[in-house]
């Protein structure tokens, strides 16, 4: 019988097997091409994970919320350009998008009236800031909206090949 772990600071590698029940040699099985040894090195954080790992358990976990901690977190050019993503229920994700458009809407004229010249003076650069502030927030809002999704298809929560009907039907019109 696997012995339990009683480290209290596990990462998010660890947390999750845990939370699917599975011992590193199950995991090591189902992630077929990584080793029980070298899933120990990456929940010990003795090794930093290769990304084509993060994906490989972001996939077969059905987590992938692994994917944006990884590029969020440990990739040099993820921490620079990739928010990290909170995982939100959907009515929160919706009303925190719609207060951020609501609040855009009544900022649209002067976004128009900083850069109509194509310069953003001295006087106007609070304002611009202000104002892609606000698009930063819904930009985090549909990541969160789409990761939030990836997590309905990976958990059967949303069927996939209707999804994907629809999804590809909307790229055709």
């Not at 699917?20 to 090591?28: H, I, P």
């Not at 990456?42 to 992938?64: A, F, G, N, T």
């Not at 994917?67 to 440990?74: G, R, S």
Request: charged share 30%.
């Amino acid at each position: 019988m696997a012995r339990k772990s009683t480290k209290e600071n596990k990462n998010i590698y660890q947390r999750t097997r845990e939370m699917l029940e599975l011992t590193r040699e199950e995991a090591s099985e189902l992630l077929e091409t990584v080793s029980p040894e070298r899933i120990e090195k990456i929940e010990s954080e003795r090794s930093m994970p290769h990304p084509d790992e993060v994906l490989l358990m972001s996939d077969k976990y059905k987590q992938p919320t692994l994917c944006n901690h990884y590029c969020a977190n440990q990739c040099p050019i993820g921490q620079q350009y990739v928010p990290e993503i909170k995982v939100k229920d959907l009515s929160q994700i919706v009303l925190e998008t719609i207060a951020s458009l609501n609040k855009m809407q009544k900022q649209k004229d002067r976004l128009i009236e900083i850069t109509v010249d194509g310069q953003i003076s001295e006087d106007e650069l609070a304002d611009f800031v202000h104002i892609q502030e606000e698009l930063e927030k819904i930009s985090v809002a549909v990541e969160t909206l789409q990761l939030w999704c990836e997590q309905m298809l990976d958990t059967g929560a949303i069927d996939r090949e209707q999804y994907e009907a629809y999804t590809s039907g909307v790229r055709q019109s």
